[in-house]
């Protein structure tokens, strides 16, 4: 005989209210379990019974260690996701009111700093460099679309000589003396190109 389907709602009798959650929290843990191990993952998961009694599984070593990183993850979304002009509080090294770097820490004041205050120095630091990365291109792209500009310039001007030394070798059919004329406008072409 297969399973039948359980309606969900809340369970009445305390007893059977009691005995479905233990079985579904050490069903969940199992489950939580399995996923840790099969996605190299780093888990903690925490119940608290209808009494408020806190139950808690973790993957790791520890959960105080992922929770904190958990915390951290958390801070370093409130410092990117808020306005451009924090203060200097909100970072942990010295910056200007535009958030621009004072100084870099460096060495041991690195290796004194937070683990939250890692993760907004790391946060700043691919925000400044994002925007490096913008100020880049365009300044790239303008410069393509001024060379692009030269080049075209260039061209008709190489067109327009072109034409004038077609006339010139016209002319030169009429007479001799333009011979030096067509001379100098040929010796001008190659210097120019």
Same mark, same amino acid.
């Given at each position: 005989m297969g399973r039948r389907k359980v309606e969900l709602k809340r369970i009445e009798d305390k007893s059977s209210r009691q005995v479905t959650f233990s079985k579904r929290r050490s069903g969940?843990?199992?489950?939580?379990?399995?996923?840790?191990?099969?996605?190299?993952?780093?888990?903690?998961?925490?119940?608290?019974?209808g009494n408020g009694r806190p139950y808690e599984f973790s993957s790791g070593n520890s959960s105080r260690k992922i929770l904190e990183r958990y915390r951290a993850h958390l801070e370093s979304e409130k410092i990117v996701g808020a306005d451009d002009h924090t203060t200097e509080e909100h970072h942990p090294y010295p910056c200007d009111r535009d958030g621009q770097f004072l100084r870099v820490p460096e060495g041991e004041e690195i290796?004194?700093?937070?683990?939250?205050?890692?993760?907004q120095l790391e946060q700043l630091l691919y925000a400044k460099l994002g925007h490096i990365r913008n100020t880049k291109t365009r300044r790239m792209i303008e410069t393509?679309?001024?060379?692009? @500009? !030269?080049?075209? #310039?260039?061209? *008709? @001007? !190489?067109?327009? #000589?072109?034409? *004038?030394?077609?006339?010139?070798?016209?002319?030169k059919q009429g007479g001799s003396s333009l011979n030096s004329n067509l001379g100098q406008t040929r010796h001008a072409l190659l210097e120019l190109f």
């Amino acid at each position: 005989m297969g399973r039948r389907k359980v309606e969900l709602k809340r369970i009445e009798d305390k007893s059977s209210r009691q005995v479905t959650f233990s079985k579904r929290r050490s069903g969940l843990f199992k489950k939580a379990h399995q996923l840790a191990v099969l996605c190299d993952l780093e888990l903690v998961l925490i119940v608290f019974s209808g009494n408020g009694r806190p139950y808690e599984f973790s993957s790791g070593n520890s959960s105080r260690k992922i929770l904190e990183r958990y915390r951290a993850h958390l801070e370093s979304e409130k410092i990117v996701g808020a306005d451009d002009h924090t203060t200097e509080e909100h970072h942990p090294y010295p910056c200007d009111r535009d958030g621009q770097f004072l100084r870099v820490p460096e060495g041991e004041e690195i290796e004194d700093m937070s683990l939250t205050d890692l993760v907004q120095l790391e946060q700043l630091l691919y925000a400044k460099l994002g925007h490096i990365r913008n100020t880049k291109t365009r300044r790239m792209i303008e410069t393509m679309s001024v060379l692009q @500009e !030269k080049e075209k #310039k260039l061209t *008709e @001007e !190489k067109l327009l #000589k072109g034409k *004038e030394l077609e006339d010139l070798m016209k002319e030169k059919q009429g007479g001799s003396s333009l011979n030096s004329n067509l001379g100098q406008t040929r010796h001008a072409l190659l210097e120019l190109f």
